[in-house]
């Protein structure tokens, strides 16, 4: 039984997103008016209610990719704020193609069967699925997709786990790879030597390396961005670990140059005291980790924090730093990795804008981050929404439903 202090704490508007959250509300409607719970209860004919439920579903669906169309005329414009999308969801951003809704829908009711459902209305993942699913048309219809970045845990592997070379990720990264496409893992995991990362991406880096599906040119294609956005290795057959670290200014943004090393350890300082005050308050059994460029919490061997414990110490970090003079010259990210949670010195918008970089000046329209963490508080993903276009995964075998959708519909593009 669901309490209702779950209830309203899932209410919450940092556990929400607000676009998703308005089209399930949407949906609603042809839902209830539609759907026949009772046709299992009585032998009374009803008529068909799937199709009709499917054909109500699919107008809203294009009912709103064509509010997105008229948002991005607007931000074309130099008006975004004037939409009519805006003034429906306030908390809406960027979007870098238009959406193929009312396809993508039909393709997910293929698999999921939303419209046959009586009993449960479209959800939270259904829509989160539909929208995946319409950035991976539009991107194989516009695009063209030239970098695809990955962030780490839960999005390639498990949480905490390696990229071991059993992982079905593989093979399609390297599909990726071989038809010329950039690669990057941009991860929190923040580590200052080749080594680390090679323990957690072995599998993948060894597979690069003995591919003869992509040439020498193409396997430098693939680097690793650490610590949100702090070193990067690009892959390198000689290297001792197949990642050799970039010069810092063949990708660093010009405003990366600014940042001041007062100013990180001054952030991180604050970081670590509000760390340290969630910590005594709730009498966590926690060690602090303090690096380079961040500053996080762990639990003692053999403890495991609450959800809503990680929770309140990211709000409590993000609250005090975004108060602080050095938290608005800096930028920082505050988030919960499922059982930690870390405060980084940047952020994945600027990752994923350094890859760009690194790859000479990729856009935003040509890029799709995939990540696991897009709540506006406490995910690490979000920001890239900023930079490029997204797929919201909940574990790694999406991240291979997505990457097979988009070889499939490239294949007979
Ligand atoms: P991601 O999902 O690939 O972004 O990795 C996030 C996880 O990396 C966090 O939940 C931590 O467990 C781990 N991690 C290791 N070092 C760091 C660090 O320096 N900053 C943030 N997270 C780190
Ligand atoms: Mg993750």
């Not at 199709?51 to 607007?74: K, P, S, T």
């Not at 593989?170 to 010329?180: K, P, T, V």
């Not at 979000?382 to 097979?404: G, H, N, Q």
């Amino acid at each position: 039984m669901t309490s209702r202090y779950r209830v309203e704490y899932a209410l919450k508007t940092h556990r929400r997103d607000q676009f998703i959250e308005w089209i399930k509300g949407l949906l609603a409607v042809p839902f209830v008016l539609h759907s026949q719970p009772n046709a299992a209860l009585t032998h009374v004919r009803t008529d068909d209610t799937v199709l009709n439920a499917r054909r109500r579903y699919a107008e809203i669906m294009r009912d709103v990719e064509q509010l997105v169309n008229d948002h991005i005329e607007h931000q074309r414009l130099g008006i975004p704020e004037r939409s009519k999308l805006k003034l429906l969801v306030p908390s809406l951003s960027i979007f870098f193609t238009p959406l193929l809704l009312e396809e993508a829908f039909m393709a997910q009711d293929t698999k999921r069967a939303i419209s046959s459902r009586r009993f449960v209305s479209p959800s939270f993942n259904d829509i989160r699925l539909i929208l995946n699913t319409a950035q991976i048309m539009s991107l194989v219809k516009g695009g063209p997709l030239q970098l695809v970045t990955f962030d780490g845990d839960v999005t390639l592997y498990d949480d905490g786990a390696s990229l071991i070379p059993s992982n079905q990720v593989i093979s399609r990264i390297l599909a990726l790879m071989s038809r010329g496409i950039r690669v990057g893992v941009v991860t929190a995991a923040g580590y200052e030597e080749a080594k680390r990362y090679n323990d957690r991406l072995h599998g993948l880096l060894e597979a690069i390396s003995s591919s003869e599906s992509i040439t020498a040119e193409q396997k430098k294609n693939f680097v690793v961005l650490g610590g949100e956005a702090n070193f990067m290795f690009q892959f390198n057959l000689d290297a001792p670990h197949l990642l050799e670290r970039v010069p810092r200014d063949t990708w660093a943004l010009d405003e990366m140059k600014k940042w001041k090393d007062e100013d990180i350890t001054e952030l991180l300082d604050i970081a670590e005291a509000t760390l340290n005050d969630s910590v005594k308050t709730m009498r966590l059994k926690a060690d602090i980790i303090r690096k380079s460029r961040a500053v996080g919490i762990v639990p003692k061997p053999g403890t495991k924090f609450f959800r809503e414990q990680l929770e309140e110490t990211v709000l409590a970090a993000q609250k005090v730093l975004e108060l602080s003079d050095v938290g608005r010259r800096l930028p920082f990210c505050a988030f919960n990795g499922g059982n930690d949670v870390f405060v980084d010195i940047g952020d994945k918008r600027i990752g994923v804008a350094c890859c760009q970089r690194l790859f000479g000046d990729i856009q935003g329209i040509n890029t799709l981050h995939v990540g696991d963490q897009f709540l506006s508080v406490s995910g690490n993903d979000f920001k890239t929404r900023m930079v490029c276009t997204t797929c919201w995964v909940a574990s790694p075998a999406e991240t291979v439903d997505i990457l097979d959708e988009f070889l499939e519909l490239a294949s007979i593009a």
